[in-house]
């Protein structure tokens, strides 16, 4: 589990995505970070991570978690990514994975079983997640791939939500498609934050579905541009707390699974008794 992989798709010149220079040391006393982002690139799909060992084993799913224990997603596993990706929200302008990227969910997550390789090698991996939008217990189990041909890569896997008390027929993607790190944005918003001009040529997807979801979030960034540099005061309130989101996203997750960031404050209180 190194981040070979991981560096060698990347051009750290050109994106912004967190270099990840070692695999952190895991901290024994720390529940484990988990996240979902939302990756708009050549097609729309939803990359889960689980901290595990030091890097974020990674899977992106198409069509993004469901809270249906009916459904059965599609997660086809990745390279492992450097822990620091888990903070990471923002515009890939070119190369590998080139689009936009949200924070879309963030908490902890905890094995349902004895031994996580084990269960990794196997192809069975049952967990429970403590995200704002994702909780209770899954299932990620490893197929023979998709398409009928029998034979896999090994890299599909099936992202399956467990009968319990957070289950549901709830189209979660929909219900609840915002930023957990930047509070109200859309993709757009984050584009917008950025350079919503990057692609007026080769944007990361022409045609289909996706070539025209790119074309109405780049029209509407441009359109949030416009209407901030009228704003002022805004746009600064905006990055004042979006920086401060960046220093603390996996440090809050980590100490306050499942809350908002912006903890409650009995849920502040509940912390300091505990720690003190
Ligand atoms: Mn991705």
New binding site residues.
């Given amino acids: 589990m190194a981040l070979d992989e991981y560096k060698k798709k990347r051009n750290f010149a050109k994106s912004p995505e967190p270099a990840g220079s070692v695999p952190e040391k895991p901290k024994a006393d720390e529940p484990l970070f988990f996240c979902v982002?939302k990756?708009l690139?050549s097609h729309l799909?939803y990359?889960l991570r689980l901290e595990w060992k030091g890097v974020l084993l990674s899977w992106?799913v198409p069509k993004g978690p469901s809270l249906n224990p009916s459904d059965k997603r599609l997660a086809m596993k990745v390279e492992d990514h450097p822990i620091e990706y888990g903070n990471f929200e923002g515009v890939i302008p070119e190369g590998y994975?080139a689009g936009i990227v949200m924070l879309w969910d963030i908490g902890t997550w905890a094995p349902e079983v004895a031994d996580v390789d084990a269960a990794l090698r196997k192809g069975d991996l049952k967990f429970r997640v403590d995200g704002y939008k994702l909780k209770g217990s899954w299932v990620l189990v490893r197929t023979r791939g998709y398409g009928g041909r029998g034979e896999s890569d090994g890299r599909s896997w099936l992202l399956i939500k467990h009968r319990d008390d957070w289950s549901g027929p709830v189209d979660i993607a929909e219900l609840a498609p915002l930023s957990v790190k930047t509070p109200e944005a859309d993709l757009a918003d984050i584009l917008a934050a950025d350079n919503p001009s990057i692609w007026r040529s080769n944007r990361p997807a022409q045609g289909g579905d996706t070539g025209k979801m790119f074309e109405k979030i780049i029209a509407r960034a441009l359109e949030i541009k416009e209407g901030r540099t009228t704003d002022q005061d805004n746009t600064i309130t905006k990055a004042t707390k979006k920086k401060k989101a960046e220093d603390e996203t996996i440090t809050t997750a980590r100490k306050a699974p499942g809350r908002s960031a912006k903890a409650s404050a009995p849920a502040k209180a509940r912390q300091k008794k505990s720690s003190s």
């Fill in positions: 982002q990756h690139a799909h990359d992106a994975g």
